[in-house]
């Protein structure tokens, strides 16, 4: 009895070595999955040298220069929008090969595969993301490089619908309680508004500091339709309006010039570019003594 006992006791303990054993064969081989499944989790965006979006609506080329990164058109170099760059970086992080729709390569067509590409360069290796017909909200049919499987993956449709990678934020201002003041030059005459300790003078007389702030943050969050690279026609500057901004004891000056009913240029002293900006978007800029008081 005491024999069976022993015996029944071994093959209990050596039952409970083999399932342990093969619970941990598993745990391993289905951490070593989840790895695989996601395989640009730890990309790092200071090893991308270059993106490539193709396909609808036209080609984006960004690339990467002393670690800022610009966007190539018409063989001229743009300051790229930072933060659509991130959003770019974030959906290929996110990317996860977990949703395997088809293997068939015949039916890449018929998923769209192949009518948008996402392509990046890490240490002069290009990697391709095929971006397919829309899924749902915000989901895509996508395969990978030369793989033939299509995968159910989120995060593309938005960025790749983006009307422009310029850096249209005009980041006059960085930080509003750093300025000491602001002049409104018109052709006929100019207003000034300067700081007090913690109030806001217009010509010399006291205001709402209110005021002052909504003009800060117009200025600070003054975004342009385009970004270009030309002369401003002479023609236009002789109705030329200038806002100097005096932030930490800097001055930058900003000109407008009426370009039609719908734009004007605006050119930054500090700045090389052009940038489009609407009428209405500017008028709320033109601001007379009598706004403040």
């Known amino acids: 009895m005491k024999k069976n006992t022993s015996r029944l006791i071994g093959v209990m303990i050596v039952l409970f070595f083999l399932s342990a054993l093969l619970f941990s064969i598993r745990f391993i081989s289905l951490s070593g999955q989840k790895k695989i499944a996601q395989p640009y989790a ?22 990467k220069e002393s670690n800022a990164w610009y966007i190539q058109e018409n063989k001229t170099s743009y300051p790229a929008d930072t933060e659509k760059i991130k959003k770019i970086i974030e959906a290929v992080k996110g990317f996860k090969k977990d949703e395997v729709v088809s293997t068939n390569t015949n039916k890449h067509k018929e998923f769209g595969i192949g009518n948008q590409t996402l392509s990046f360069v890490v240490n002069k290796k290009k990697n391709t993301l095929f971006i397919g017909n829309g899924y749902a909200f915000e989901k895509n049919y996508v395969r990978l490089n030369d793989e ?19 850096e249209l934020l005009l980041n ?24 007090n300790n913690n109030d806001w003078l217009v010509n010399n007389k006291k205001i709402d500091k209110n005021k002052a702030v909504f003009l800060l943050s117009d200025l600070k969050g003054l975004q342009a339709t385009d970004m270009l690279i030309e002369d401003i026609d002479p023609a236009v500057k002789g109705n030329t309006i200038a806002i100097v901004i005096n932030e930490n004891r800097k001055e930058r000056t900003v000109n407008l010039y009426q ?27 033109m601001k007379k003594e009598e706004d403040f008081l």
């Open 148 to 166: 033939k499987e299509i995968y159910i993956a989120g995060g593309f449709q938005s960025i790749l619908s983006e009307s422009s990678y310029k």
């Open 172 to 195: 006059l201002i960085g930080d509003e309680n750093k300025v000491d003041s602001i002049t409104i030059v018109y052709p006929d005459n100019q207003i000034q508004l300067k700081k």
């Open 42 to 63: 730890k990309l790092d965006e200071k090893n991308i040298s270059e993106i490539i979006i193709e396909g609808i609506p036209a080609k984006v080329l960004l690339h």
């Open 259 to 285: 370009l039609d009913d719908d734009y004007y240029r605006v050119k930054i002293s500090d700045n090389k570019y052009i940038y489009k900006i609407s009428t209405s978007s500017i008028e709320s800029l």
